[in-house]
């Protein structure tokens, strides 16, 4: 799956937020995300997992 884009609408504690990767140089292999504690690093990756396993057909919702 490559993504260029990612928009989290009422997901966990991101009511708006949109990650752009086009923004980057050529097609980045690699992509840090820092920030504080709390701020939702782990969130984003929450929402990564979630759509991969929909990708494959093994999507649980909570």
């Keep these: 799956m490559n ?5 989290l609408a009422n997901f ?4 708006d937020l949109t990650i752009d990767l086009t ?3 050529g097609a ?6 820092i ?3 709390g701020s939702g690093k782990s969130s984003v990756f929450d ?3 979630y ?5 494959k057909g093994q999507a ?3």
Excluded: I, M, Y
Aim: hydrophobic share 45%; glycine share 4%.
């Design 28 to 33: 980045p292999k690699l992509v840090l995300l």
């Design 35 to 37: 920030g504080a504690n």
């Design 51 to 55: 759509l991969s396993a929909q990708h």
């Design 3 to 7: 993504v260029t884009r990612l928009r």
């Design 60 to 62: 649980d919702a909570d």
């Design 23 to 25: 923004s980057c140089a």
């Design 12 to 15: 966990k504690r991101f009511t």
């Design 47 to 49: 929402a990564f997992e």
